[in-house]
T-cell receptor, first 116, second 114 residues
Framework: AQSVTQPDIHITVSEGASLELRCNYS??????LFWYVQSPGQGLQLLLK??????LVQGIKGFEAEFKRSQSSFNLRKPSVHWSDAAEYFC??????????????FGAGTRLAVHP | SQTIHQWPATLVQPVGSPLSLECTVE??????LYWYRQAAGRGLQLLFY??????ISSEVPQNLSASRPQDRQFILSSKKLLLSDSGFYLC?????????????FGDGTRLSIL
């Protein structure tokens, strides 16, 4: 079955430190992969997406992610974290074809706290 | 550019009362539309999706229903709210054409049931 695992529920980093959020997926074919960010009380904002081609993708807000097929991973990285990056981050994989519809499968999220 | 609007932003309702949450999309036509619920500290649960006017699919049986009276309007309803209906409700849209498209989310509605 298709699934997404975000192993870290909470992560705390210091401002200016580097960040890596892990995402592992289970998918029978080449997946479409996404990272979203959710600030408290807000909706989800798309950070970046991977469909094909270069396995290192750049996103908004200085984030990047690397697709590693051999490890079934799509980890999100940022070289220097800012206090405003404190939020919840969701990895998602698709499409999951079910009932005539292609849907996204979301991970449970990783909550990032940033210490000054 | 495309925008998605949800309202109200927050709502406090008594148990047993009706519910209507509205979502509209601007700047695109024939979008796929979705309703999600996010319980406190948990991930997203897909409730309903729609590929066209009047076409609604439900992911899980529950106390809620959805309707799509117009191409870019998606409504989440309930006749009688339960305590368990509390949560953060998110509407999203995606393009229907072409390769698989990402979903874009509204700002959500915080629903509290008393």
């Amino acid at each position: 079955a298709q699934s997404v695992t975000q192993p870290d529920i909470h992560i705390t980093v210091s401002e200016g430190a580097s960040l890596e959020l892990r995402c592992n997926y289970s998918y029978g074919a080449t997946p479409y992969l996404f990272w979203y960010v959710q600030s408290p009380g807000q909706g989800l904002q798309l950070l970046l997406k991977y469909f094909s081609g270069d396995t290192l993708v750049q996103g908004i807000k200085g984030f990047e992610a690397e697709f590693k097929r051999s490890q079934s991973s799509f980890n999100l990285r940022k070289p220097s974290v800012h206090w405003s990056d404190a939020a919840e981050y969701f990895c998602a994989v698709g499409p999951s074809f079910s009932g005539g519809y292609n849907k996204l499968i979301f991970g449970a999220g990783t909550r990032l706290a940033v210490h000054p | 550019s495309q925008t998605i609007h949800q309202w109200p932003a927050t709502l406090v309702q008594p148990v047993g009362s009706p519910l209507s949450l509205e979502c509209t999309v601007e700047g695109t036509s024939n979008p796929n539309l979705y309703w999600y619920r996010q319980a406190a500290g948990r991930g997203l649960q897909l409730l309903f999706y729609s590929v066209g006017i009047g076409q609604i699919s439900s992911e899980v049986p529950q106390n809620l229903s959805a309707s799509r009276p117009q191409d870019r309007q998606f409504i989440l309803s309930s006749k009688k709210l339960l305590l368990s209906d509390s949560g953060f409700y998110l509407c999203a849209w995606s393009r229907r054409e072409g390769a698989y498209q990402p979903q874009h989310f509204g700002d959500g509605t915080r629903l509290s049931i008393l």
